[in-house]
């Protein structure tokens, strides 16, 4: 089945404890990228990546690591969590940067930095 | 740069009546525009995807059209059934590929 997966699906973590979330898809597509959900803010990207080992900042990047050495993968690091990083988190991946292409969402991760 | 903006942010109808969700955008420079139901807690499900050049797209009881002239989009539900229970985001691509995401619409529908 074609598909996005994260994992976890539900962290639990305190402040300065390093943490990854990973991304992958079995879709071999090009660009992928990360959003961030809150309340009364809305979706909002993070990193994407266009291909292997070519990756770009979004409109909330502070925080945040990615890495895209896989074209399959594409982990989100936070290296030093902080509470206001408490969100629901998606990975969404696309045949190919640029164009008409539909974006493919994961199920998401729910974090929570106690 | 730029926002999109969905009203009204929540709908209550009851079951069986048409559903119409008003999507609109600040920049027409787009790729596609996309339609995605989100259920509490979960994911995002790509229900319709426009591209720039079309101007309305089908799928069962979804309809959606697309005005890029005049930054708006609408997505028509027929005969709405409760399981139609979501919230419903709308998004735009445009250059650098990132998806801008409305803050969406909120719909129930009553028994």
């Known amino acids: 089945e074609a598909q996005v997966t994260q994992n976890p699906r539900y962290l639990i973590t305190v402040t300065g404890k390093k943490l990854t979330v990973t991304c992958s898809q079995n879709m071999n597509h090009e660009y992928m990228s990360w959003y961030r959900q809150d309340p009364g803010l809305g979706l909002r990207q993070i990193y994407y990546s266009m291909n292997v080992e070519v990756t770009d900042k979004g409109d909330v990047p502070e925080g945040y690591k990615v890495s895209r050495k896989e074209k399959r993968n594409f982990p989100l690091i936070l290296e030093s969590p902080s509470p206001n990083q408490t969100s629901l988190y998606f990975c969404?991946?696309?045949?190919?940067?640029?164009?008409?292409?539909?974006?493919?969402f994961g199920p998401g991760t729910r974090l929570t930095v106690t | 740069k730029q926002e999109v903006t969905q009203i009204p942010a929540a709908l209550s109808v009851p079951e069986g009546e048409n559903l119409v969700l008003n999507c609109s955008f600040t920049?027409?420079?787009?790729?596609?525009l996309q339609w995605f139901r989100q259920d509490p807690g979960k994911g995002l499900t790509s229900l319709l995807l426009?591209?720039?050049?079309?101007r309305e797209q089908t799928s069962g009881r979804l309809n959606a059209s697309l005005d890029k002239s005049s930054g708006r989009s609408t997505l028509y539900i027929a005969a709405s059934q409760p399981g139609d229970s979501a919230t419903y985001l709308c998004a735009v691509k445009a250059a650098g590929n990132k998806l801008t995401f409305g803050g969406g619409t909120r719909v129930l529908v009553k028994p």
């Open positions: 426009i591209q720039s050049s079309q």
């Open positions: 920049d027409s420079a787009i790729y596609n």
């Open positions: 969404a991946s696309s045949p190919k940067p640029g164009g008409a292409y539909e974006q493919y």
